[in-house]
């Protein structure tokens, strides 16, 4: 039977009360536990919850009570914080980009910093949030709601390797209302017209011409910029007019294919001919950012992101009657669910729906059905 831990109360030569006990960690040694009261029935009460978290929790979560919020950043930085490593081509540990996460943990860092874990409540991050969203962009702007969600996804991340460690016993982020909304974020929504496309890609000219396949691959097959830039002509089959894009490159480490069109076809063909090396990048660079935005501002498109691109490919896929759940797949999208985000409402869809609602009207007759509509 285990032996029944005990304590005791007393107050100091200052007239302070303790509530005081003592317990043996794995190793054998011996530590002793004092917290400050503010009378003898205050102690009593203390003294009570210590002994109740020694038995529930053990001496590990004593010792993590005084942890503050900079002694996990630090742990979290150490241990999650680094260099990818993978067996095979699977991801096994680590970011491949740690740029976001390390400057969203320091955002955290310097507003709770000295802050002891355990007394952070729900009621602070809603704090933190409001203060985020009051704190203008460098450009004086008002920050986005998204980009505060992402804030506090990362402080999620963190606080739940807390609660993994057995640091603390519950995630401030459960203890009150959603304070991640992503459906209050207001969605990106631009995608290029046909006449737009034309301007773009007749900008491509000069120094600047070698963006040209570059922007039709990426109108073409809506590949991430990242996947985009990896590729090497290993993965291109013009055979077959696809091409592979490596799991070790996606977002979501899973490989897919995408068919080449009649254009994509020709512009990599000529640049194939140039540099036939089979491990050599298609496009041979790494970043478009600074000939990008001088091709956009030369094409009066400067509200234009290169993502933007990928928008624009989700949204033709799906004008043109591909299923939502195929153009998942040709996305990489692991839900589908993710792709309703890329599929924005044209000019063309929503008058579309006004002309349907017009050729109705013309005719003065109800539809008639077997099965009601249903509306989610």
Same mark, same amino acid.
Request: glycine residues 6%; positive net charge.
């Given at each position: 039977?285990?032996?029944?831990?005990?304590?005791?109360?007393?107050?100091?030569?200052? !007239?302070? $009360?303790?509530?005081? #006990?003592?317990?043996?960690?794995?190793?054998?040694? =011996?530590?002793?536990?004092?917290?400050?009261?503010?009378?003898?029935?205050?102690?009593?009460?203390?003294?009570?919850?210590?002994?109740? /978290?020694?038995?529930?929790?053990?001496?590990?979560?004593? /010792?993590?009570?005084?942890?503050?919020?900079?002694?996990?950043?630090? =742990?979290?930085?150490? @241990?999650?914080?680094?260099?990818?490593?993978?067996?095979?081509?699977?991801?096994?540990?680590?970011?491949?980009?740690? =740029?976001?996460?390390?400057?969203?943990? /320091?955002?955290?860092?310097?507003?709770?910093?000295? &802050?002891?874990?355990? /007394?952070?409540?729900?009621?602070?991050?809603?704090?933190?949030?409001?203060?985020?969203?009051?704190?203008?962009?460098?450009?004086?702007?008002?920050?986005?709601?998204?980009?505060?969600?992402?804030?506090?996804?990362?402080?999620?991340?963190?606080?739940?390797?807390?609660?993994?460690?057995? $640091?603390?016993?519950?995630?401030?982020?459960?203890?009150?209302?959603?304070?991640?909304?992503?459906?209050?974020?207001?969605?990106?929504?631009?995608?290029?017209?046909?006449?737009?496309?034309?301007?773009?890609?007749?900008?491509?000219?000069?120094? &600047?011409?070698?963006?040209?396949?570059?922007?039709?691959?990426?109108?073409?097959?809506?590949?991430?910029?990242?996947?985009?830039?990896?590729?090497? $002509?290993?993965?291109? +089959?013009?055979? !077959?007019?696809?091409?592979?894009?490596?799991?070790? !490159?996606?977002? %979501? %480490?899973?490989?897919?294919?995408?068919?080449? @069109?009649?254009?994509?076809?020709?512009?990599? $063909?000529?640049?194939?001919?140039?540099?036939? +090396?089979?491990?050599?990048?298609?496009?041979?660079?790494?970043?478009?950012?600074?000939?990008? !935005?001088?091709?956009?501002?030369?094409?009066?498109? #400067?509200?234009?992101?290169?993502?933007?691109? &990928?928008? #624009?490919?989700?949204?033709?896929?799906?004008?043109?009657?591909?299923?939502?759940?195929?153009?998942?797949?040709?996305?990489?999208?692991?839900?589908?669910? %993710? @792709?309703?985000?890329?599929?924005?409402?044209?000019?063309? #869809?929503?008058?579309?729906?006004?002309?349907?609602?017009?050729?109705?009207?013309?005719?003065?007759?109800?539809?008639?059905?077997?099965?009601?509509?249903?509306?989610?």
């Amino acid at each position: 039977m285990a032996k029944e831990k005990k304590g005791y109360v007393f107050r100091d030569k200052y !007239n302070r $009360w303790f509530a005081r #006990t003592s317990y043996r960690d794995e190793t054998g040694k =011996y530590h002793n536990v004092k917290k400050v009261a503010r009378d003898r029935a205050h102690a009593k009460e203390v003294l009570k919850g210590l002994l109740r /978290e020694l038995d529930d929790h053990g001496g590990k979560s004593i /010792e993590a009570s005084r942890m503050t919020f900079n002694e996990l950043a630090d =742990y979290y930085e150490r @241990t999650y914080l680094i260099e990818p490593q993978y067996v095979g081509d699977r991801k096994v540990a680590g970011l491949r980009s740690c =740029y976001d996460a390390k400057f969203r943990l /320091e955002i955290s860092r310097g507003y709770f910093g000295k &802050r002891r874990l355990r /007394e952070i409540s729900h009621s602070d991050l809603e704090k933190f949030r409001l203060a985020r969203l009051a704190t203008k962009t460098k450009h004086g702007k008002q920050r986005s709601i998204a980009t505060v969600n992402r804030d506090l996804a990362v402080l999620r991340r963190v606080l739940n390797v807390a609660l993994a460690q057995g $640091w603390i016993h519950k995630s401030p982020f459960t203890m009150g209302k959603t304070l991640i909304s992503i459906g209050d974020e207001k969605p990106r929504e631009r995608i290029l017209t046909l006449e737009e496309e034309a301007r773009l890609l007749a900008a491509c000219e000069g120094p &600047r011409a070698h963006l040209r396949p570059i922007l039709i691959c990426a109108l073409d097959t809506g590949m991430r910029r990242g996947e985009l830039f990896s590729l090497t $002509w290993s993965d291109v +089959d013009f055979e !077959n007019r696809l091409i592979t894009i490596r799991a070790f !490159n996606t977002k %979501m %480490m899973r490989e897919r294919k995408i068919g080449m @069109t009649e254009r994509l076809l020709k512009e990599l $063909w000529i640049l194939y001919s140039q540099n036939p +090396d089979p491990d050599a990048l298609l496009f041979g660079i790494s970043s478009v950012k600074h000939s990008f !935005n001088k091709v956009r501002k030369h094409a009066c498109l #400067t509200d234009m992101r290169f993502h933007d691109l &990928r928008h #624009t490919y989700a949204t033709r896929l799906v004008s043109r009657q591909m299923p939502l759940a195929e153009v998942s797949r040709v996305l990489g999208h692991t839900q589908p669910t %993710m @792709t309703y985000r890329y599929t924005n409402l044209t000019i063309e #869809t929503a008058r579309r729906a006004a002309d349907a609602l017009n050729e109705l009207h013309a005719i003065g007759v109800e539809p008639t059905s077997d099965q009601p509509a249903m509306i989610n």
